[in-house]
Nanobody
Protein backbone atom coordinates (compact mmCIF):
# COMPACT_ATOMS: atom_id res chain seq x y z
CA UNK A 1 0.00 0.00 0.00
CA UNK A 2 1.42 3.35 -1.04
CA UNK A 3 0.08 6.87 -1.24
CA UNK A 4 2.10 9.62 -2.87
CA UNK A 5 1.13 13.27 -2.55
CA UNK A 6 2.32 15.87 -5.02
CA UNK A 7 1.47 19.30 -6.40
CA UNK A 8 2.68 21.52 -3.61
CA UNK A 9 4.59 24.72 -4.16
CA UNK A 10 4.84 28.41 -3.43
CA UNK A 11 1.76 30.55 -4.06
CA UNK A 12 0.64 34.03 -3.09
CA UNK A 13 -2.26 34.56 -0.73
CA UNK A 14 -5.53 34.34 -2.61
CA UNK A 15 -4.08 31.91 -5.13
CA UNK A 16 -4.89 28.28 -5.88
CA UNK A 17 -3.16 24.93 -5.99
CA UNK A 18 -4.32 21.41 -6.75
CA UNK A 19 -2.73 18.54 -4.89
CA UNK A 20 -2.80 14.97 -6.13
CA UNK A 21 -2.59 11.72 -4.18
CA UNK A 22 -1.78 8.70 -6.31
CA UNK A 23 -2.43 5.39 -4.59
CA UNK A 24 -1.14 1.92 -5.36
CA UNK A 25 -1.43 -1.52 -3.87
CA UNK A 26 -5.18 -1.34 -3.30
CA UNK A 27 -8.38 -0.42 -5.09
CA UNK A 28 -9.18 3.19 -4.47
CA UNK A 29 -12.92 2.67 -4.85
CA UNK A 30 -12.94 0.45 -1.76
CA UNK A 31 -11.37 2.91 0.63
CA UNK A 32 -11.88 6.31 2.17
CA UNK A 33 -9.00 8.72 1.72
CA UNK A 34 -8.15 11.76 3.78
CA UNK A 35 -5.97 14.82 3.41
CA UNK A 36 -4.12 16.15 6.43
CA UNK A 37 -1.55 18.86 7.05
CA UNK A 38 1.17 19.74 9.49
CA UNK A 39 2.35 23.30 9.84
CA UNK A 40 5.82 24.09 11.18
CA UNK A 41 5.93 23.53 14.93
CA UNK A 42 2.37 22.21 15.08
CA UNK A 43 0.67 18.86 15.17
CA UNK A 44 -0.97 17.14 12.26
CA UNK A 45 -4.55 18.21 11.60
CA UNK A 46 -7.31 16.94 9.33
CA UNK A 47 -8.22 18.87 6.20
CA UNK A 48 -10.71 16.80 4.21
CA UNK A 49 -11.87 13.27 3.55
CA UNK A 50 -13.79 11.42 0.88
CA UNK A 51 -16.00 8.50 1.85
CA UNK A 52 -18.00 6.90 -0.90
CA UNK A 53 -20.04 9.72 -2.34
CA UNK A 54 -19.61 11.98 0.66
CA UNK A 55 -17.01 14.59 1.47
CA UNK A 56 -16.00 16.13 4.78
CA UNK A 57 -14.00 19.25 5.59
CA UNK A 58 -12.46 20.88 8.60
CA UNK A 59 -13.98 24.23 9.50
CA UNK A 60 -10.76 26.02 8.58
CA UNK A 61 -10.96 25.01 4.90
CA UNK A 62 -14.68 24.60 4.33
CA UNK A 63 -15.81 26.62 1.32
CA UNK A 64 -12.26 27.03 0.02
CA UNK A 65 -10.99 23.49 -0.51
CA UNK A 66 -12.59 20.66 -2.51
CA UNK A 67 -11.68 16.98 -2.30
CA UNK A 68 -12.46 14.72 -5.23
CA UNK A 69 -11.43 11.34 -6.55
CA UNK A 70 -10.88 9.61 -9.87
CA UNK A 71 -11.00 5.90 -9.12
CA UNK A 72 -9.96 4.98 -12.68
CA UNK A 73 -6.76 6.97 -12.21
CA UNK A 74 -6.26 5.81 -8.61
CA UNK A 75 -5.99 9.46 -7.64
CA UNK A 76 -7.53 11.72 -5.05
CA UNK A 77 -7.32 15.49 -5.52
CA UNK A 78 -7.43 18.46 -3.20
CA UNK A 79 -8.31 21.69 -4.96
CA UNK A 80 -7.28 24.60 -2.75
CA UNK A 81 -8.62 28.07 -3.53
CA UNK A 82 -8.38 31.40 -1.73
CA UNK A 83 -5.23 30.24 0.00
CA UNK A 84 -4.11 31.98 3.16
CA UNK A 85 -0.68 32.15 4.81
CA UNK A 86 -2.05 29.96 7.62
CA UNK A 87 -2.58 27.17 5.06
CA UNK A 88 1.21 26.82 4.85
CA UNK A 89 2.04 23.24 5.80
CA UNK A 90 3.17 19.86 4.59
CA UNK A 91 0.10 18.10 3.19
CA UNK A 92 -0.32 14.34 3.44
CA UNK A 93 -2.86 11.85 2.16
CA UNK A 94 -3.71 8.64 3.95
CA UNK A 95 -5.95 5.59 3.75
CA UNK A 96 -8.72 5.15 6.27
CA UNK A 97 -8.34 1.97 8.33
CA UNK A 98 -10.90 2.40 11.12
CA UNK A 99 -14.30 4.02 11.32
CA UNK A 100 -14.94 6.39 14.17
CA UNK A 101 -18.06 8.51 14.18
CA UNK A 102 -16.03 11.50 13.02
CA UNK A 103 -14.76 10.80 9.48
CA UNK A 104 -11.83 13.20 10.05
CA UNK A 105 -10.37 11.30 13.00
CA UNK A 106 -6.63 11.21 12.39
CA UNK A 107 -6.13 7.97 14.34
CA UNK A 108 -8.40 6.17 11.85
CA UNK A 109 -5.92 6.71 9.00
CA UNK A 110 -2.70 4.94 8.06
CA UNK A 111 -0.23 4.30 5.27
CA UNK A 112 0.95 7.88 5.40
CA UNK A 113 2.84 8.78 2.28
CA UNK A 114 5.51 11.37 1.79
CA UNK A 115 3.91 14.78 2.02
CA UNK A 116 4.06 17.77 -0.26
CA UNK A 117 4.92 21.25 0.96
CA UNK A 118 2.52 24.13 0.38
CA UNK A 119 3.82 27.61 1.12
CA UNK A 120 1.48 30.60 0.95
CA UNK A 121 3.12 33.99 0.99
CA UNK A 122 1.37 37.11 2.23
Amino acid sequence: VQLQASGGGLVQAGGSLRLSCVVSGFRLDRYDIGWFRQAPGKGREPVAATSGGSTYYSDSVKGRFTISRDNAKSTVYLQMNSLKPEDTAVYYCAQRRYYSDDPLTIADFGSWGQGTLVTVSS
